[in-house]
Structure formats: structure tokens, C-alpha cells
């Protein structure tokens, strides 16, 4: 076994735990059983942080608003971080989403669109993946948001988990329902590599999808790729594909050497939600390490 071998799952002890919800959907679409499953499972799972990456509404009015504020002020007390999502501006109200399209969500969720959350094994950038004059489904990652995420993660020492949250998904889902990815997502792709972001956090696709995203762009550095968790709706009926009238969310575990997700489905009102799937990757931190093992006088000798 070299220093580098992938651990089995059970043998690494978290040091961080991260609950990953998506889509609320407050309005018509939600599910008040459903939102109390969660509520109680936020609870027995005892995470470290909760992040809800965006749709918090269905149709961004005050009442939705509030509601989905009362469900977040129901979370165990941990930090919290919320980014908005299409669904959260105005879509009808035309005047109103051209002039002042967060006015609500930051009066009542949060005044930040681009929040950062350090923890002391993680640092979290929170992105506004929003486009409400232009690309309103599609939403889009401006250049000065990178810029953003470069100076918060220049700083970062390699142990921590660099981690981004936005609502619209940068790869698209392994399935054929044809969702258009966010415009310009491998340019950020690109610079999030750079940076050396082990992970991305997103929702908007109504489906979950845990992979990597060398699944769809292999980019300029074809060994290191960004592991990427979508969460489903997670109190919804809006699920869709393998999540149509489903409900799902992850559970993150950061540990030392991998990073562990755990994608998890209602079940019933008495089950509530139980694990579906596991993955484990390695973080980008033994990667980094490996390539400095590879290249170190000894080894590339005897290559
Ligand atoms: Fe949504
Ligand atoms: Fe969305």
C-alpha cells in the first residue's frame, strides 16, 4: 500500500460534518410532512453546518419568505449558509425584478448574496448564481465572483477544505433530460481548479448528482477534477428524472484524507429520510501531495 492509498470509508473519523439542502420551494410545491422529516433529521444527524443552496420559494413573495425563514430558524444551532436561487427573485412581477430583485430575500434571509462562512476545518464561499435580468433559468457566475473567490481562497493552508455553493449546477446531470448548464461554467471550472477547490455545492436540477467534474470537462489539468454534490428538492414535489415526486439531501463528511457523501431519500413519514447512496473521494490535499511525491528526486528517477 503506498502513502496515497485510497482508506475504506469507516476507517477515517470526520472532522467536519455538512447537511446539504436544496430547493424548499416554499409556496404550493412544498411538502409540510416532508419538511418535518427534515427538520428532524437536521436535528439526529448533529452536523457541524448546514448550507441551502438556493430556491428557497416558488414564486419569491413575502409570506414564502417567511415561512422558509421560520423553517431555517428551526435548524440546530450551527452556522447556516443560504444562497439564493432563480426562484427566489421575482418572475412575474417584472417591474420588480428589474429594479430591485433581492429586495425580499435580503430583508428576510439574509442581506448577503455572496456569503462566506470559516469554519476551522472549511472555508465556504457562497456564490449569487442569479441572472434576474437576463439569464433567469440558466443563471450565470460573473467574472468579478471568481475574482471573489480568489482573494478568500489565496489565503487558505492547504489542510482546509475549500468548498463553493451555488444554486445553478456548473455540469450537467448524467441523464437526458437535457438541462442547459450555466453559461460560462467551465471557465469557472477552470479557475476553481486553479484554486484548488475540492469541492462544489449546488442545487436547481430537482435530481442529485454526486460525481466529479472530469465526468464532463477534463480541462487543463486532466488529473484533478472537482467533486460536485447536487441535492435534490429536498421538501418539494418538484422532484425530476430519478427524483420525480422524491426528496433528497447530502450529508458531507470532511475528513483528513477523503471527503464523504452521502446522498439521502425520504422514505416515509415514519422512516423520514434514510441513506440511498455512499461516495468517497479523495481530497485534494493528498493529491497535491502525491504529485509532490511523484516529482520528488527519488521517485521520478526510477521512473
Ligand atoms: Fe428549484
Ligand atoms: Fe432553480
Not at 439542502?21 to 422529516?37: C, N, R, T
Not at 460573473?142 to 482546509?160: E, G, R
Not at 447512496?277 to 493529491?287: K, L
Request: net charge positive.
Amino acid at each position: 500500500m503506498t502513502p496515497f492509498t485510497l482508506m475504506n470509508s469507516t476507517e477515517e473519523k470526520p472532522e467536519l460534518t455538512i447537511l446539504h439542502m436544496s430547493d424548499l420551494h416554499f409556496g404550493p410545491p412544498l411538502v409540510l410532512e416532508v419538511a418535518e422529516a427534515a427538520l428532524r433529521s437536521a436535528h439526529e444527524l448533529k452536523p457541524d453546518a448546514i448550507v441551502v443552496s438556493g430556491d428557497l420559494t416558488q414564486r419569491a413573495t413575502r409570506d414564502q419568505f417567511v415561512a422558509a425563514q421560520k423553517f431555517i430558524s428551526r435548524f440546530p444551532r450551527v452556522p447556516v449558509m443560504v444562497v439564493p436561487g432563480n426562484h427566489d427573485v421575482p418572475l412575474y412581477r417584472v417591474y420588480q425584478r428589474l429594479t430591485k430583485p433581492h429586495q425580499l430575500y435580503r430583508e428576510i434571509i439574509d442581506d448577503e448574496l455572496n456569503p462566506t462562512l470559516q469554519l476551522d476545518t472549511a472555508v465556504i464561499v457562497g456564490l449569487d448564481s442569479t441572472a434576474p435580468r437576463s439569464a433567469i433559468t440558466n443563471g450565470r457566475i460573473h467574472a468579478w465572483q471568481l475574482n471573489h473567490c480568489s482573494k478568500i481562497f489565496s489565503d487558505v493552508p492547504v489542510d482546509k477544505v475549500k468548498i463553493v455553493v451555488a444554486h445553478h449546477h456548473f455540469a450537467p446531470a448524467p441523464d437526458y433530460l437535457h438541462d442547459r448548464t450555466m453559461p460560462k461554467s467551465k471557465r469557472a471550472i477552470m479557475r476553481f481548479v486553479e484554486l484548488d477547490v475540492d469541492l462544489i455545492l449546488g442545487g436547481h436540477l430537482h435530481r442529485a448528482y454526486i460525481g466529479n467534474t472530469l465526468d464532463f470537462y477534463p480541462g487543463a489539468h486532466r488529473e484533478r477534477g472537482i467533486i460536485i454534490a447536487q441535492s435534490g428538492t429536498t421538501t418539494s414535489r418538484r422532484g425530476r428524472g430519478r427524483e420525480q415526486e422524491k426528496n433528497s439531501f447530502n450529508v458531507i463528511k470532511i475528513c483528513k484524507k477523503t471527503i464523504q457523501i452521502a446522498h439521502y431519500l425520504y422514505f416515509n413519514a415514519s422512516h423520514g429520510f434514510i441513506p440511498n447512496s455512499y461516495h468517497t473521494f479523495r481530497r485534494i490535499n493528498q493529491q497535491l501531495e502525491q504529485e509532490k511525491f511523484d516529482q520528488s528526486p527519488g521517485v521520478r528517477d526510477t521512473q
